[in-house]
């Protein structure tokens, strides 16, 4: 269904009419990104059931080792997008992001976070490392992402980070519901959901501030807003290789054999 009220661009004069379109101001432009909110993977149908408890232990350890994948390709694509930064103070801040991840002195990191969520919910450290759930929609979703960084420029890769504004959400509805749904998950593995909580928001302010300053025409405001989309597509995308795999039992090859024969990677 085509959404108009969350489209304002939609509805304004562009060049099929032949009229010239202004840009909008920077609060409407803000309200329309904020807009695509309704598109965000938190209403996907996958979320929806583990947020309502309806997931199995299969589903909840489907979705985390899955996603291990994300967690590991994220600090890769903010590496992508600092090499393709030219601008110091820029890349100041972005730094940022890669340590979140990947650890320094005084904290392990992200990864090392979403390590423990696994074995809080029955997944070896080695399971998640070896990769060997990664269903190759997931894969595919994920490096559609990464490689469009690494050719982007560095405010389009940035305006691609901007899905994280839905992201507080997601994960504050997850430390809400979790814990009363999933008693078999141990406490110790939720570290990683309040970690993102204020990452997130810093990441967001600079991501924002990128994208109000170079998006000052009509097209460029069309432009952010469909790599908007783009983000949004990886993310819906990812859960429904999830959906058909552990919710639906159709896994990759499913008519022909129970192994996974996927592959994990080409290097
Ligand atoms: O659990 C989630 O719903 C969720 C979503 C997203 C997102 O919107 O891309 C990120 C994260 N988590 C996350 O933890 C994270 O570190 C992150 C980094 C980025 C990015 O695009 O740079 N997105 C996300």
Known sequence: MLN????????RAGP??????SPLSADDFRAALMAKGDYYHIHHPYQVDMAAGRATPEQIRGWVANRFYYQ???????????ANCHDAPTRRRWIQRLLDHDGHAGDDGGIEAWLALGEAVGLSREALWSQEHVLPGVRFAVDAYVNFVR???WEEAAISS???LFAPQAHQSRLDTWPQHYPWIDASGYGYFRKRLKEA???VEHGLEVALAVCDTAERQQRALGILQFKLDVLWSMLD??????????PPYHSVTDRRVYHRGLS
């Open 201 to 203: 928001r810093r990441d």
């Open 151 to 153: 050719r982007a420029s």
């Open 4 to 11: 108009t009220r969350t489209d304002p661009c939609a509805t």
């Open 16 to 21: 099929e009419t032949g009229v010239a379109r």
């Open 72 to 82: 590991v390709m994220i600090p890769q694509k903010d590496a992508a997008l600092l």
């Open 241 to 250: 290789a999830m959906t058909l795999a552990y919710q639906l039992g159709r």
């Open 162 to 164: 901007l899905t994280e």
